[in-house]
């Protein structure tokens, strides 16, 4: 079903956020979140991938970010399946305690819409297009603050995986390219 968030323009940025299907908390564990990280990565190397925001929850991640190569599209579909077929691996690696419980939510998705074998992703994307200064603020600082509101640091750029590190300047785990933010609180 869609909701409406429709990617229209592929050269354009976007707020995005990729959750995980039944909200399991998947990225607790650093073998999953070094698996988004390194695919993030690679995608701005060789997917063109524009990132100018991100955070990394236990359950979901919100990206801002644009394709240079004018396939936004592309690079969701891409992350996600590469990703899937990432965490997949990690699950049935013989490392994962979570194993079975996981195997039997992430089959039960997969045959509950789309008839796959696994859904590990949700379907949604909720892209919503960024379309003034006061846009791209709103959801810089709603990202930023989105490990505060959990109750996991006080201050935004205290959470390693999220670029408020660095527009705070502090070593971070994924580049990004610094936007200006006049409300900017950070050193």
């Known amino acids: 079903m ?3 968030y429709k990617i229209q323009e592929q ?26 990280i390194d695919s993030l990565k690679f995608c701005q190397k060789n997917k063109g991938l ?14 801002l970010a644009q394709s240079q190569n004018g396939n936004l599209s592309g690079f969701i579909r891409d992350f996600k399946s590469y990703t899937s077929k990432r965490f997949l691996e990690i699950m ?8 079975e419980w996981l195997r039997v939510v992430f089959e039960y998705h997969g045959k509950l819409k789309s008839k796959q074998t696994f859904q590990l992703w949700t379907h949604e994307n909720h ?5 003034s200064q006061k846009f791209i603020e709103q959801k810089v600082y709603y990202i930023h603050h989105n490990p505060v509101r959990s109750g996991i640091v006080v201050n935004p750029e205290d959470y390693l995986y999220s ?3 660095n527009y705070a300047g502090l070593d971070s785990v994924i580049d990004v390219i610094n936007l200006d933010m006049r409300w900017k609180t950070y050193n």
Not at 50 to 61: E, P, R
Not at 92 to 99: C, I, V
């Open 163 to 165: 670029s408020a590190r």
């Open 11 to 36: 050269d354009g940025a976007y707020y995005l956020t990729f959750q995980i299907v039944g909200w399991v908390d998947l990225f607790t564990r650093k073998e999953y979140r070094d698996v988004v």
């Open 92 to 99: 049935q690696s013989g490392k994962e305690s979570r194993s």
């Open 2 to 4: 869609s909701t409406g």
């Open 50 to 63: 524009n990132l100018f925001a991100y955070v990394i929850m236990s359950n979901h991640i919100h990206l």
């Open 127 to 131: 892209a919503e297009h960024i379309y």
